[in-house]
């Protein structure tokens, strides 16, 4: 188990705690979505938050989708994850290429701008739950930060990093999410936000060896830390030729016939993993009837 969450509770119950390590499940996103080292990182934070976000939900059908629609170069970020550890995603723009911010560090902020990030719901209602927020910095960490107190009016602190090699490649990823429960006392609360200002970046951490244990510990240790269970974390796309197949019936015969018309076969990508499918004239016209 390569990549994987753990999720934890502290103080008494009173501080819930999650955390993880993304290292593959991003580089799977940036080798599908060839994305520059910026959109890297910016998808890669979007990755880890979904997972541990989606690992809150309840029912084992319940999905979460982070969405940022954005004026930058990026355009935009989508992220879906269910309540297995199980996430997938795309950019919009996946090559964004930006000169470094100070230190080297990449300016994710730079390639969203200013913006809206979503937080959908689907837990088999009739309708999903719709959470908005407007971006704060649009490094990811921050906004959802600021979403959980505004949307959720839960008091937390969201870290997320990558780490990107020179040659593109992801060396380290990951994060974590601390929440308030209502009922944490002011001198917890205190001591929390002393020792967030004190702690070392995720990356710094991760850098050290930090497995996600290892990192609540170092955040939460004089707390009573207590680790409740651990899921394994995974980028997985849904996606079949099927699934393709169900959604090209749903276009108009009038535009089916055009394409069958050019007589050609065609190639649909996948938005999530990039996976394409062909389809050739005989399985279009079998479509169409």
Do not use: W
Not at 205 to 226: D, S
């Amino acid at each position: 188990m390569s990549d994987y969450m753990v999720r934890a509770t502290a103080a008494d119950g009173s501080i819930r705690a999650f955390a993880i390590t993304a290292k593959e499940l991003v580089e799977t996103a940036r080798n599908a979505h060839h994305t520059s080292p910026v959109m890297t990182a910016a998808l890669g934070r979007l990755l880890s938050g979904g997972v541990m976000m989606g690992s809150m939900m309840k029912g084992e059908n319940d999905l979460l989708t982070l969405q940022i629609q954005c004026s930058g170069p990026a355009k935009g970020l989508t992220v879906t994850a269910d309540s297995s550890g199980r996430v997938k995603g795309f950019a919009s723009n996946p090559s964004v290429e930006l000169p470094p911010k100070a230190q080297g560090k990449l300016d994710v902020g730079g390639a969203l701008g200013q913006g809206v990030l979503s937080v959908i719901k689907d837990m088999g209602l009739k309708e999903p739950y719709v959470g908005q927020c407007q971006l704060q910095t649009g490094e990811i960490a921050e906004d959802l930060t600021y979403y959980f107190a505004t949307s959720e009016q839960i008091p937390s602190a969201v870290g997320l990093g990558v780490l990107v090699e020179k040659d593109g490649s992801v060396r380290q990823a990951g994060g974590f999410i601390l929440q308030l429960m209502p009922f944490t006392e002011d001198a917890v609360i205190e001591r929390l936000e002393t020792r967030i200002k004190e702690m070392d970046s995720v990356t710094g951490m991760m850098e050290r060896g930090l497995t996600p244990e290892g990192m609540l510990m170092e955040i939460l240790g004089e707390f009573g830390l207590e680790i409740s269970d651990t899921l394994p974390a995974a980028f997985v796309c849904d996606c079949s030729k099927e699934k393709v197949s169900r959604a090209l019936s749903t276009i108009s015969k009038k535009e089916l016939d055009n394409i069958i018309r050019d007589g050609e076969s065609i190639e649909v990508r996948c938005q999530f993993c990039n996976t394409a499918y062909r389809f050739e004239l005989e399985e279009l016209k079998e479509i169409r009837n």
